[in-house]
C-alpha cells in the first residue's frame, strides 16, 4: 500500500481542530486537559489560561474547580515537568514515566540520592501520607524522621522536587489541595478515591500513544519520546509501541511533505480534508501547540525565531499563531496584551488579531483566580 504524503499546512489545521483551538461548544475543562493528554502546569495561571483559551468563552476558576472536583490531579509528568492531568488519563502517562526508570541511571544518583535512599524515600512517604496531606516542610521531617537519615533533607526541601519526581511517576505522590502560596502534598487514593493504580506499560503505551497522535499528530517515535521524557526512552522499545499499534491497524505510516510519520488510521481522511483558516489566536507561556510537538518542530516555530519562544531557564513564551504557525509573541503589560509580530512572518489579518487581543484583554482583567 502507498504511503499517504499529508501536506503539513492541512496537518496543522487539523491540529487546531483537534486541540480545540476553534473553540467548540461543550468544551469542558476536563475535556481541553485529556484532549491535549495534559497541560503543563509550572504556573499555574498559564495552566488556566491555555484551556481558557480553548473554551467559547474564556473563564477564571475553571481548573482549580476540576482540581478540587477530582476531575484533573496535578502531578509531575512528562519531561519531569508539572501538569494537569484528567484524572483517567495520569494512570497510563505516569506508568510510561515509571517504566522509564530514569532516576537509576548513575548520573542521576550521583546528583541526587541512590536508588537505596529512594526506595526508602518513597516506603517513608507512602506511609506518612496515608489519608494526610502534608506541606513539603511536613513531608520532609516525616520522611526524615522514618528514615532516620538527615541527609535527605536538603534534597526533599528543594523547590525543583528531583527526588519526590520519581515517586509522582509510580502513582505514589501527588499534589494536594493550595494552602494558599504553600504546596503540599498527598497520596493519589487520599485525594482520588477510584484511583485504580498504574497499568502495565504495554498497555499504557498502547493508550497515550493514539492519544497524543490524536491531538499533535503525525508525528514520529523520537517526536514522541521528546514529548514524553525528553528523548529518554531505549529506541527498541519506543518503536516498539509503534509498531505494535500498526500491526494492530490503529496506526498507519504517512509522511507530511515527505517527512516519515505517524498517524491514527481514523484520522488520515480527515487531515487530508482539512483546510487552513485566518484564524489568530493569542496562546499563553508554555502552550500545547508549542510543547507538543516542540519548539525545535520547524513546521509550528521558525528555527530562525527559536530562541525568541524558547527562552533561558526553560521559559516558554506566549505565542501568536495564524494558521497553525508562530508568527510572533506577546505579553501582558497591566492587563493589556502587547504583542510584537515578526516582521518575515506572512501578514496576520488586522481584525482578526484586534478580536483576539479583546477576548485576551478581557480574561486578564477578569475578577476571580486562575
Same mark, same amino acid.
Given at each position: 500500500m502507498a504511503v499517504i504524503d499529508l501536506p503539513v499546512d492541512r496537518v496543522l489545521a487539523w491540529r487546531a481542530t483537534r486541540q480545540l483551538l476553534d473553540r467548540p461548544a461543550g468544551a469542558e475543562t476536563d475535556t481541553v486537559v485529556g484532549r491535549l493528554v495534559g497541560v503543563q502546569a509550572q504556573l499555574a495561571s498559564a495552566a488556566a489560561q491555555a484551556v481558557a483559551a480553548r473554551q467559547p468563552t474564556s473563564q477564571?476558576?475553571?481548573?482549580?474547580?476540576?482540581?478540587a472536583a477530582g476531575a484533573l490531579a496535578k502531578t509531575w509528568a512528562m519531561r519531569g515537568t508539572l501538569h494537569l492531568l484528567r484524572t483517567v488519563d495520569a494512570p497510563s502517562c505516569l506508568s510510561?514515566?515509571?517504566?522509564?526508570?530514569?532516576?537509576?541511571?548513575g548520573s542521576w544518583q550521583r546528583s541526587f540520592v541512590t536508588v537505596g535512599q529512594l526506595d526508602a524515600i518513597a516506603e517513608a512517604a507512602v506511609s506518612a501520607l496515608d489519608?494526610?496531606?502534608?506541606?513539603?516542610?511536613?513531608?520532609?521531617?516525616?520522611?526524615?524522621?522514618?528514615?532516620?537519615? *538527615?541527609?535527605?533533607?536538603?534534597?526533599?526541601t528543594s523547590g525543583w522536587g528531583a527526588v519526590l519526581k520519581p515517586?509522582?511517576?509510580?502513582?505514589?505522590?501527588?499534589?494536594?489541595?493550595?494552602?494558599?502560596?504553600?504546596?503540599?502534598?498527598?497520596?493519589?487514593?487520599?485525594?482520588?478515591?477510584?484511583?485504580?493504580?498504574?497499568?502495565?506499560?504495554?498497555?499504557?503505551?498502547d493508550r497515550v500513544v493514539p492519544a497524543y497522535l490524536g491531538a499533535y499528530g503525525p508525528a514520529d517515535a523520537e517526536t514522541f519520546d521528546q514529548w514524553l521524557s525528553r528523548g529518554g526512552w531505549k529506541r527498541p522499545m519506543l518503536r516498539g509501541w509503534f509498531r505494535r499499534l500498526v500491526e494492530a491497524g490503529e496506526l498507519v505510516e504517512v509522511t507530511?511533505?515527505?517527512?516519515?510519520?505517524?498517524?491514527?488510521?481514523?484520522?488520515?481522511?480527515?487531515?487530508? *480534508?482539512?483546510e487552513p483558516t485566518d484564524e489568530v489566536r493569542l496562546l499563553p507561556a508554555f502552550d500545547q501547540w508549542v510543547l507538543g510537538p516542540g519548539t525545535k518542530d520547524?513546521?509550528?516555530?521558525?528555527?530562525a525565531r527559536r530562541s525568541d519562544v524558547s527562552r533561558a531557564a526553560?521559559?516558554?513564551?506566549?505565542?501568536?499563531v495564524h494558521r497553525g504557525r508562530v508568527v510572533g509573541t506577546w505579553e501582558a503589560r497591566d492587563g493589556e496584551p502587547e504583542v510584537t509580530l515578526w516582521p518575515e512572518s506572512p501578514p496576520v489579518p488586522a481584525e482578526r488579531l484586534d478580536a483576539e487581543r479583546e477576548r485576551l484583554r478581557s480574561y486578564l482583567k477578569g475578577v476571580g483566580d486562575a
Open positions: 477564571r476558576g475553571t481548573t482549580a474547580a476540576a482540581l510510561l514515566l515509571a517504566a522509564g526508570r530514569f532516576w537509576e541511571k489519608g494526610r496531606i502534608l506541606g513539603r516542610e511536613q513531608l520532609t521531617a516525616e520522611i526524615v524522621a522514618r528514615t532516620g537519615d *538527615a541527609t535527605l533533607a536538603g534534597h526533599l515517586l509522582a511517576w509510580q502513582g505514589l505522590l501527588v499534589h494536594g489541595p493550595a494552602d494558599g502560596n504553600r504546596v503540599t502534598f498527598t497520596r493519589p487514593d487520599t485525594l482520588l478515591p477510584d484511583w485504580p493504580g498504574l497499568p502495565d506499560p504495554d498497555t499504557a503505551a507530511v511533505d515527505g517527512r516519515p510519520a505517524y498517524a491514527r488510521a481514523g484520522d488520515v481522511e480527515e487531515i487530508a *480534508a482539512a520547524p513546521t509550528v516555530v521558525p528555527p526553560g521559559w516558554i513564551a506566549p505565542v501568536v
